[in-house]
């Protein structure tokens, strides 16, 4: 089975830049990404045991179900805002309601006040989308190092919006998906994650 990130955790507060393009969500053919039974895996700060997956799939919407262990106080403190999509016992964090969708035109969250596209494969800079996140870079050649391979890249910024967040940047690419996240955390910390598929 494939493995993804899929912004579990750091979904941030997003801002509108009106003098943009803005595109609301995302169309295209179902891609494997979205699946029953594709597992999702993050390497955040503080996560462990994770077991988390796709559970289904209904009309392109998939519904992630599982459970993880997060011992970083910054990931919990986001953790608890979101009741609708977390409950948390201790340091086991239970997923509620995560939904999202994955196409050949991007990935798009459909989890609550935090909707929205988060990779628009054909993007431009400068494109912002209705949730608030702009896109900052695209690549023209392969210059992002992922693992052993250099890819091409789509890189979205957004700004704050959970309490304890100052700012999340996704990079996104055509074939994998989302490959990694950085967010910066109002104490001056960031955590940065590089994704793998495998």
């Known amino acids: 089975m494939k493995r993804l990130f899929i912004t579990l955790l750091a979904v941030p507060a997003l801002f509108a830049a009106a003098s943009c393009t803005k595109t609301d ?10 699946e029953v039974g594709t597992t999702l895996k993050g390497d955040f700060a503080g996560a462990s045991n994770i077991d988390v997956s796709v559970t289904k799939l209904d009309d392109g919407v998939s519904t992630v179900g599982g459970t993880f262990t997060m011992t970083d106080e910054r990931y919990m403190k986001i953790i608890k805002q979101l009741p609708d999509q977390f409950s948390v016992d201790g340091n086991k964090v239970t997923i509620k309601n995560i939904k999202y969708k994955a196409t050949d035109e991007g990935v798009e969250n459909l989890s609550g006040i935090y909707d929205g596209v988060l ?5 431009k800079v400068g494109d912002t989308y209705s949730n608030g996140g702009k896109v900052t870079h695209v690549s023209s050649d392969n210059d992002f190092k992922w693992g052993s391979m250099k890819i091409k890249v789509e890189v979205q910024n957004t ?8 700012k999340v940047t996704y990079w996104g690419n055509h074939r994998f998906g989302i490959v990694a996240v950085e967010t910066e955390f109002e104490d001056g910390t960031s955590d940065y994650a590089t994704i793998s598929i495998r």
């Open 25 to 34: 969500s995302i169309g295209g053919e179902q891609d494997s990404k979205g």
């Open 159 to 166: 700004n704050k919006k959970l309490d304890g967040v100052k």
């Open 119 to 123: 990779v628009k494969y054909k993007a």
